[in-house]
């Protein structure tokens, strides 16, 4: 395996996450089940990434930089709350096949946007110079286990 930096993994996963958003919201119109679908891997892969990044990345950030409670993963740990509650929102209306939640992916996008941008922008590249290498490759091993 290509040794990967958090900051790759992490922005490209981001990146599949979004195109399965905007494939959910292309089809939702045309057909229910492929809509339906789409959601279910955005939904599953967002709940992954965001279990990784609080179970994994960002402990590693606290334990490195004894920021804790006050310092940036305390604000994304609060925006994970936010984004998971719109999440549910909307899974909860789809199921009973109501496609009418225009407002809840509004308010999802624009905060996983700004969210992703402050992650990929300064939390990883952070994550990244503070690690050792042994470190890093400790992230993605953890990762796999809980695949
Ligand atoms: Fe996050
Ligand atoms: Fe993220």
Redesign the pocket.
């Known amino acids: 395996m290509t040794p990967n930096t958090v900051t790759n993994f992490y922005s490209h996963d981001h990146d599949e996450l979004d195109a399965y958003f905007k494939n959910f919201q292309d089809t939702k119109m045309q057909d229910a089940k492929k809509a339906k679908e789409y959601f279910g891997k955005f939904k599953h892969g967002l709940e992954r ?2 279990e990784w ?1 609080e179970s994994i990345l960002f402990p590693l950030f606290e334990e490195k930089t004894g920021m804790k409670d006050q310092g940036p993963t305390a604000v ?1 740990r609060h ?2 709350t936010q984004i998971k509650q719109y999440l549910q929102a909307i899974h909860e209306n789809i199921l009973k096949d109501d496609f009418n939640t225009y407002q809840e992916e509004d308010s999802l996008l624009e905060t996983l946007q700004a ?1 992703n941008q402050k ?1 990929e922008g300064i939390l990883y590249p952070a994550i990244d110079r503070i690690a050792s290498e042994e470190e890093q490759n400790l992230i993605f091993i953890q990762m796999n286990l809980k695949n």
């Open positions: 990434h965001i990044e994304m925006e994970h969210h992650e």
